[in-house]
């Protein structure tokens, strides 16, 4: 019995391991670039920072997106 239980968590490793990441989101890029400029131009700390690029991300256009 115990070889099988090794057997589903060695395959429970594998797929873990193995299982290609999903690729990066526009909003993850987006927020990267405005959350480093929105710290040095308005001086935000990390968490402002976030909230504020939050916020314009939902003001924007499907085109205004695209780029990202």
Known sequence: MT?????KESDKIE???LKP???T???IYFNTATVAKLKIEK???QK???A??????KTL?????KPH
């Not at 070889?3 to 057997?7: A, E, G, I, M």
């Not at 504020?52 to 991300?57: D, V």
């Not at 256009?61 to 997106?65: L, Q």
């Open 61 to 65: 256009s499907d085109e205004d997106k």
């Open 3 to 7: 070889t099988k239980k090794s057997n």
């Open 48 to 50: 402002e920072a976030f």
């Open 52 to 57: 504020k690029s939050a916020e314009i991300w």
């Open 25 to 27: 989101s526009a909003w």
């Open 15 to 17: 797929k873990f391991v």
């Open 43 to 45: 001086k935000l700390d």
């Open 21 to 23: 990441k999903k690729p």
